[in-house]
């Protein structure tokens, strides 16, 4: 029997750690349960330990190592070193999920790519969308000619606040293991950034994972409730003059 061909899109929305991302889906599931009502989300498998509120089953499949590096061997699953952690994707059950409707995944933009790219996934539907921290416009400003600005540098410094501000709200104290996993991410959040022309759209949002105006009033505020309503037109399939698209060579 030939397998069920995929009615559902895969939507994607991926960016370096701590743009935001988690924060923004809750809140377009709060504000605006109708879209994501019926849209399934991908579940990953990952080596790390769960962060304080994360669900094994729900945020990631929390596995071992070993037990994660044991599936190089499953041909429908495919396994990526993803900064420091170890995480696998079920293709199988992804297009099981696919035939059921539509399915959101939320993550790095390492995995996105290959969601994009992957032969099994072929005809597939997308949306796809990248959150980043910094808009075209303030990428091209610090570019300028004669411009002293080290741009790697600054994504990383960026970066390195919100993770710093974010870990801090999660575990309070912060271990010399927290420190050198806030380093890895914030250091590889310029060369995420050169991924997001891959994706069909780009939204710019100043507030990170670590801002307030996500949830402190229940209504988004700011740059947080124009990047959730310009992911619930893309998801409505409206167009919207808050996402941008990149060249390749932006970060050139």
Request: proline share 6%.
């Amino acid at each position: 029997m030939a397998d069920a061909h995929p009615t559902g899109r895969l939507v994607l929305l991926c960016g370096p750690s701590c743009a935001g991302k988690s924060p923004l889906i809750k809140a377009l599931d709060r504000v605006h349960p109708e879209i994501l009502a019926g849209v399934q989300p991908l579940v990953l498998y990952n080596s790390r330990a769960p962060r304080p509120g994360e669900r094994d089953g729900v945020d990631y499949h929390f596995r071992s190592r070993e037990r994660i590096e044991a599936l190089r061997d499953e041909p429908e699953h495919v396994v990526m070193q993803v900064r420091a952690d170890l995480q696998a994707l079920d293709v199988a059950a992804l297009r099981a999920q696919l035939e059921r409707g539509d399915v959101l995944f939320e993550g790095n933009p390492q995995i996105g790519g290959r969601l994009l790219d992957d032969s099994r996934l072929e005809g597939i539907a997308r949306c796809s969308a990248f959150l980043s921290p910094l808009a075209r416009a303030d990428i091209q400003a610090l570019r300028a000619p004669g411009s002293a600005i080290d741009l790697p540098k600054l994504v990383a410094e960026l970066m390195r606040r919100k993770l710093l501000r974010r870990t801090r709200k999660q575990k309070g104290e912060l271990a010399l293991g927290d420190l050198q996993d806030i380093e890895a991410r914030c250091t590889s959040a310029f060369g995420e950034l050169g991924q997001a022309h891959r994706f069909g759209h780009v939204i710019p949002c100043q507030d990170g994972e670590d801002s307030d105006n996500w949830d402190a009033f229940y209504h988004p505020l700011g740059a947080a409730r124009r990047a959730m309503e310009a992911f619930a037109a893309l998801i409505r399939g409206e167009e919207t003059a808050a996402v941008e698209r990149w060249n390749p060579d932006l970060l050139a």
